[in-house]
């Protein structure tokens, strides 16, 4: 099946008033250098010809190893890149339909008020040298939207918006934690207003109590200013918890596009499996690990024949050898990029439930209070709360 | 040097019955800065039993992996080791022997870094020399401690590669780290770490850094290894999926306090230590967590120049007493009558029954009353 077959194919899953962007045979090739004359030997195709959207108001995210292209994917979408070849369309409220591909400067700085990005390293992103109020209300600055007492208004609100305080305008970056500086970094995002903002590793440099912290305040801004998230991720289980549909890339391709519930629990694609099965389980009863991925990623710059994953995949036939197959539609909004994708009966994440970590009564709705039972009230979302005693047990002597 | 003075009672060697690989006890780090004492390590006291492999989990900062470098006596200036006993027993057979009690320079401990502990870092692209191959940087510590001939100790360097799983060895031997990816030079730290096949191996988050295809390969390998050589592990990490893949036992740290230790079934099933029991909460977990919000402890980690009095996470607690849990310190309390798992927490009868009264800034009259 050409590329064009599966592009139509995907339009006709979808209502096209309803993409906020589209992205078509998308390729981003870097050159490699070498000998005397610093000539071309090589390319290294980070991103080889990648289509999917983005529906308004949803969460793409986009999973795969390091390498395999999924930050250069974003990087991409927004410019920082210039693509190699294909298509980035974008339905920009104001502009209408544009061609980020095509645009110079001057359209660049217009399409990139409704289009931001979050970095991952919430420690490089952010210039020592400015103060948090200059770091978020330069985008402002730049763009003409307010300067003055209402630039320092604007910011006091962002900071807000973000779960910071108007005063820590005046600080340095230094003098803020990780998940504080990521928070600043959100700040700075949202500064334009943007209807979409590409999430590249938001949370993974972050401890896991702030982590969630940092999802939680995503997902309310979500809700909030009604976003659209590409959310590059690594960690499957963050990606799960965000994301409305997935996107798996593997070594410069896109090779299985599913609502989030079909990925995991019914993939169809072996890397799919893989990765899904790699998760280490955070239950000390389930201590299975079904498949072993075994091998690295190959190398962008000289991958293998066929399906880029034929060398690692347990299914893999003769065809897999020598023919790549292409990304088709296999159920409802469904799509992978393997031969055999009908016929392979694929496991994904058991279903949950019979590992009851947590979440139960047993957890801590039930906690000792100094030989008194609390039982405490189930709420309605799980959280098992204490009841506080009347007075402290043991009063300090006075 | 001043870090390994040993105080009144570390001189003391307590030998319990039982064969623990190591015995960190009473363990206190500060690290004198310019800007103030940081308590890095406020009495830590834990063992590991010979072949086992316990967690060490907390937050950035919390001191995990103050407590493995404290063990190998790699504390960096201006750190120092204040107070506390570190009792290795090499061997089955041997006495225990408080490794403080040596000089971090002394010629017993190079003899016990490395060859007795392993110690795996963070992260394997700052860890690994660039300007040597693999193959010499694994040489060089059999060479130190096994055996002085070359030839010898490069076929060990290959067969150690190709124990972890390196496809070609005498290849990656010949290697510089550069030419190796992320996982194969995790693998190559690790066969360094157990180049000598030491009895004990810290792992500082090993696989955080890796991908999880990689990470499962890695984890494993470990498993792998530590059933073939027998060796017991300190696994530090932050991640609750590792622990509850590799750990027998695990003890939750927090701000240089053990708060929470149990059976890792125990920590999963049956948390009590309201730390713990908000950080297992806190992970997204496949299937359970979805179009839900995520539980979150309120805050961060305290800044670690201010002391917290009381229960250090009093301020973060959802169960927050007032009165005794910002002036109490909680004694490590067994959970009915179970040694095997205590928690540091006034929620539970016995905590405040010798509790530990923080000396520095707690006003007159606040103290308890020891009952």
Redo the contacts between chains.
Sequence with gaps: MSREQTETMMESQVNPEDVLLEVKGLKKHFPIRGGFLRRVVGQVKAVDGIDFYVKKGETLGLVG??GCGKSTTGRTIIRLYDPTEGEVIFNDPDMGQVHIEELDSKGLRKVRQNMQMIFQDPFSSLDPRMTVGRIIGEPLLINGVAKGRRLRERVAELLTVVGLRPDHASRYPHAF????RQRIGIARALALNPKFLICDEPVSAL???????V??LL?DLQTQFDLTYLFIA?????V??ISDRVAVMYVGYLVEMAP?ERL?YNPKMPYTE??L???????????A?PV??????PSPANPPSGCYFHPRCQYAQDICKVERPPLRLVGPDHWAACHFADELNLKG?P??GES????TP???ST?????RRVTSEQTG???A??E??QQ??????? | MAETIPSAQSTEIRPTGEDNVIEVLDLHVHFFTTLGVVRALNGVTFKIPRGRVLGVVG??GSGKSVTGFSIMQLVQHPGKIVKGQILLKARKDDQPINILKYDRHSQQMRNIRGNEVGMIFQEPMTSLNPSYTVGNQIQEAILLHQTPDKDEAWRRTVDILRRVGM?NPERIARSYPHEL????RQRAMIAMALSCTPSLLIADEPTTAL???????I??LMRELQKDIGMSIMFIT????????M?DEVVVMYLGRIVERAS??E??????H?YT??????????????G??????KG??PDSYSTVTGCPFHPRC??F????CD??MPAETPIEGNPHHTVRC????GS?AEAEVETSGLAP?????AS
Excluded: W
């Design positions: 190893e390091s934690s990780g998940g504080q401890d896991v109590s702030v982590q969630a912290q999802l939680n997902e690594h960690d499957l289980s963050v799960e918890h989030v995991y893989a990765l099965a790699s998760i280490p389980k955070p239950d000390p009863r389930n201590r690990r072993r991925l075994p091998g690295d990623v994440v279903r949950l009851a970590v947590l979440r047993s957890a801590a906690i000792q209070v100094r030989g979302d799980g959280e709360r204490t506080q005693p402290p047990p043991r009063p300090p002597q006075q | 937050e950035s496809p990816s992320g996982g194969m991908d999880v295809t990689t990470e499962a390969q984890l494993d932050h991640n609750m999926g590792v622990v509850a893949q750990c890792v079934e920590i999963f099933y049956d948390p009590k309201p029991v908000a950080l297992l909460r806190s992970i997204p977990r496949i299937g359970l967590s979805k839900e919000k995520l539980e979150v402890i961060g980690v959802p169960n007493m007032p009165g005794i002036k109490v006034h929620l539970y009868p405040a009259g606040t103290a308890p009353a």
